[in-house]
């Protein structure tokens, strides 16, 4: 399920890039590659800088455009609201990277807490 905000969002960015109004009922053509639930995760991830466009393409099966675009229609909603992501000192590159990460033990990750 989209939020209006969301879906209101995305609408305003494709008729940006169309240049005009929607030509076809609303719900046809193709579908979004990510679900509004995905495009926020994956913008939270970009912005805490956890890890590069391609990574999270290749972890969300898109490519790094379809990451971007996602970026760029959330960002606003979550300054809209209050919501600052703050970038994290962790950086992952390859998915070898963040699963090596990922298989250290608990004792060997050292998290950061702001605030």
Known sequence: METPQLALQHEQTLHTIRGHALLVAPGTGPKAKLAPADRILAT?????????????????????????????????LLEAHGHHIDASTARFRTPTDLATFLSSSPAQIKIKRTG
């Open 44 to 76: 939270v991830l970009h912005l805490r800088k956890l890890a590069t466009k391609n990574l999270l393409g290749q972890l969300f099966g898109v490519s790094a455009v379809t990451i971007s675009r996602a970026s760029q229609e959330v960002r606003p």
